[in-house]
C-alpha cells in the first residue's frame, strides 16, 4: 500500500511538472517569435550586421528595444511593436546604465534597485529606473537617454 502511495505522489509530481513546463512554453513561445521578428527587423530595416541584445518595453506603448553593431558603431533601435517604424540611435549619443543609475540614485531615495532599461515614452528614448524606496514602495524613475534629463517619476504602495 506504501509503494502505491509514493508511486501516486511521484505520477502527480511528474504531471505537475510537465504542465507547468508547457504552460510556460506555451506563454513564452509568441515572445520568442516576436524577438525573432525584431532582430530580422533591425538586420534587414535598419541596417544592423550584429544583434548582442533583445529586451522588450511595455510603456505608454510598446516597443523592442534591440541593441547591435552597424559598420561603425553599436547602435540601438527602438522597433514599434507592429513592425511600422523605428527609431535609431547611436550608443555613444546617449548615457549608459550606470549613468542612468547614478542620476536617479541623486534624485531619489533608491533601497533596492531591481532594474534599468531603455523605453520609449512620449517620442523620445528613455531609461526606466526600477526601484524600491527606503519606505519598501515600488518605483520607477524615468530620464531621457541623450542627457538624463528627468521626465517623469512614480510610486505604488505596498501594504
Known amino acids: 500500500m506504501k509503494k502505491w502511495i509514493v508511486s501516486g505522489i511521484i505520477v502527480l509530481f511528474l504531471v505537475v511538472c510537465g504542465a507547468v513546463a508547457y504552460s510556460y512554453n506555451s ?25 548582442t541584445d533583445i529586451t522588450y518595453y511595455h510603456g505608454t506603448n510598446t516597443y523592442y528595444v534591440v541593441t547591435g553593431s552597424d559598420t561603425e558603431q553599436e547602435q540601438i533601435i527602438w522597433i514599434a511593436d507592429d513592425f511600422q517604424s523605428h527609431h535609431m540611435e547611436a550608443a555613444a549619443d546617449g548615457i549608459t546604465k550606470q549613468q542612468a543609475l547614478e542620476i536617479a540614485a541623486s534624485q531619489v531615495d533608491i533601497d533596492h534597485v531591481q532594474a534599468i532599461r531603455l523605453g520609449f515614452e512620449r517620442q523620445l528614448p528613455v531609461y526606466e529606473v526600477t526601484y524600491i524606496n527606503s519606505e519598501g514602495n515600488q518605483a520607477y524613475y524615468y530620464m531621457t537617454f541623450a542627457d538624463g534629463t528627468f521626465m517623469k517619476r512614480y510610486q505604488l504602495r505596498v501594504g
Open 27 to 51: 506563454i513564452r513561445t509568441p515572445l520568442d517569435e516576436q524577438y525573432a521578428r525584431a532582430e530580422a527587423y533591425a538586420i534587414n530595416e535598419a541596417g544592423l550586421h550584429t544583434i
